[in-house]
Structures are given as C-alpha cells and as structure tokens.
C-alpha cells in the first residue's frame, strides 16, 4: 500500500521534475511482482532442474525482461512482437562484446556475463510460456508464432548447426584439399586403420556377428594402439571402444569383406604395402566414421536406462540425450569452426559431464591438438570439415529435440 502524503501540493505549483503516474507498471516491476508465481511455475514445469538451474533461469527471465524494456522498448510485459525480441538480442549482443572487449587480457570476462547474449535467447522460451499459460500474453498470435519462430533460428544448437553447415560447404580448392589429404596422411587415427587392415590381411576368422574372435582381439586392439589388460580379455568388440569404432568405420568405407566365416580387406597386400594404401576419399570417410562412432559412443555411454521407461515412451519420443553429448558438442563444433578452446571451459565441461575421456582420446587420435594457451585445444589443421560432419550428425539427431522450440515447456501451452 503507498504511503499517505502528509500535504496535497498548491494546485497552481509547478513541479520541478515529472512524476510517472502510479498506474504505469514497467515490464519489469510486473514480473517482479509475480515473483513467487514465478518461481512456483518453473518448479511445476521444469520439476527435474535443481533448484541452482531454476533459480539461474528465473534470474535471465527477469534480466531479459529489464534489457527489454531499456533497450527495445517493451512496454507491457505480455505484448511483444519480433522487433522488440530483434532489438533485444542486438543490444544483448553490443553489450556482451562491450563486456569482451573492456576485459581484454586483464583476467577474462566475468563468467556470469561471457554468454549474455545466449542466455538472454534461452530465457525468452520460458517466459513467453509462462505469459501464454498464465493469459498474460497480450500480444497476438501471429506476434507469438513470429517471436517463436525467431527463436528457433536463434537457438545455440541452430546458431552453431548453421556455423558447423558453412564449414561443410566451403569450396574443396586445391589448397584445401591438399591441407586436408596432408592432415589425413600424418593423422595418427589414419595409421591405426591402415595398421589395422594390415592385421586383417590376408583374413581372419571372424564370428556370425562379423567380429574378429574373441581370443584374437587382443592382436586386434594392438594394432590401434590400444593394449587390454589381459586379466579381463574383451568378450566382443564393443569391450574394446577404439577398436569397436575403427571396425565399424573400415565396414562403412568398404574396406572389409565378409565372406564364409572370414573377414579380408578390399585392398590386397600389394596395396596395404605401400605407404598410402587407403584411396583418399574412402580414408576421409573411414576417419569421420570413427569419430561418429566415438561421439555416438559418448553420447549413449552415460544414458541411464533405469531414468526412464522404455515402455512408457510414445512411439516418437527418444531417449533423453546424455549430459556428456550436451556439453561436448559445443566444444567440438566450436573446434570444428577453426575456434580455440580454453582450459578453463574444458575443466568446467568434464566437471559437467566427464568430457575429458572423449577429449582425451580425440587428442590421442590426433583430430585435436593443443592450442596456442595452455591447455587448451584446436581441431587439426586441414581436418575441420572431418571433425564439423559427425557433429553436426549427432546435433542434429539429438540436440534439435532437446532445444527446439523450447520443447520442454511447450508442452505447458
């Protein structure tokens, strides 16, 4: 309740400075009014997020709704249309590279702020459905298809789809294509293949699940490099993860044959005694598969089947995404663009999700290697568009239907 002015001002007084009348509520001031029913309905909407998540996304709610106000002229705090969303995310996007540059090399950009702009996207999901689901929204429909719609194409997985898209249609030059054969030649992955089809040659006795034997795959995993504690010798491929994803790869490049029990390479032993044996395109091939199989690996690894009921899915439901593929994929296709990533946001992704093994073993596969800071890692020269395919695969196969269009609370409207 207001306070009692203790006088009424002389009716013919002039005011030195204006007085907003008490009726006008900015957008801001509302939803801080609405702070409990806020924090109600995320908890209602959102009941697997912790308590530190919701808080963090109750709090860009109300900063979006305050930028919005400031910067892009939202007046009533269930109207918006595209514009003001448009105005938002440029003023978001000005003051966060104010923010980078101010810091410059004095320490680095205050975590909480490094990813305003991202943030400030992120948080327009919720809050547009808390707005259409507690008929606040006083916008139109077309207004919410449009800001909705806007939303989808300034996603992080779609922002970094588009980016990963644009590595893939660079022109194959001359030049290009000779750093990438160069690459290839030298990659430590492309050795173990080779190495790999040269134990192969001239066959081997495989099981009816087109495997090599069990007792053989102690041989089989040396040739990659990997050795196996021989306490517990591998069963089956898969008990072996590197190998398990260079079978599947030289499988898919068609370079091994099947055939009555044994398995032989598609080379011959002329071929696999030279120093490239591996035609160029069916080596490129062979290399993004293994990738796709390690990603694919670490995407299903930490999948905990007693979190969910299989039975209770719908027919067009998935599996929930693991963490680990949630927060490696930026790192990979921020690598995969030609970025450097720092210590620091790798440290912060394996505390996360334990995305350190997958790291380790790309960097010991030779598709990444260390960057110009300590720590810190780039993809290899020439292999960007090798590494940008088998991420933009899994990000579309998983991350498009955690994020888009704000699924999780879409299903509120």
Known sequence: MPAKRSHRPAPNRRRTAPVRASSVVTPLEKFTSLHDEVEAWLAETAPDLGADELQSIHRDMAITVRMAHEAAGLTHLGAWTIEHVQALVAAASHVEGRLIEDAGDAG???????DLTERVVAALGPLTVFLVSTDRWTGTQEDLDDVHSLLDHLSPAAVQARALAEVLDRPDDPAAQAAEAA???????????????????????????????????????????????????????????????????????????????????????????????????????????????LLQDAADDEIDDT??????????????????????????????????????????????????ALIAELSDLGVLREGTSPGSVVVTPGLEKVLAGPVLDLLEEIAFDEVDDDEEWDDEV
Request: aromatic content about 2%.
């Open 108 to 114: 680095g950009v205050d975590p909480a702020v490094a």
């Open 307 to 356: 979190a969910f009921d299989e039975d209770q899915l719908d027919d067009d439901d998935l599996a929930p995404p693991s963490a680990t593929a949630v927060a490696v994929l930026p790192l990979l296709g921020a690598a995969a663009c030609g970025g450097e990533v720092s210590a620091e946001v790798l440290a912060a992704a394996d505390e996360l999700a334990d995305t350190g």
């Open 183 to 293: 690459a290839l030649t030298e990659l430590p992955l492309a050795k173990h293949l080779v190495s790999l089809l040269r134990w192969v040659e001239p066959g081997r006795e495989e099981t009816g699940d087109l495997e090599p034997r069990p007792q053989d795959l102690p041989e089989a995993a040396a040739a990659i490099g990997v050795t196996v504690d021989p306490a517990q010798p591998p069963q089956t491929l898969a008990d072996v993860p590197r190998l398990w994803a260079a079978w599947v790869a030289l499988d898919a490049a068609d370079l091994l044959r099947h055939e009555d029990g044994r398995v032989t390479t598609a080379l011959g032993s002329d071929a696999l005694a030279s120093d490239a044996p591996i035609p160029a395109e069916q080596l490129r091939d062979a290399v993004g598969a293994v990738i796709s199989e």
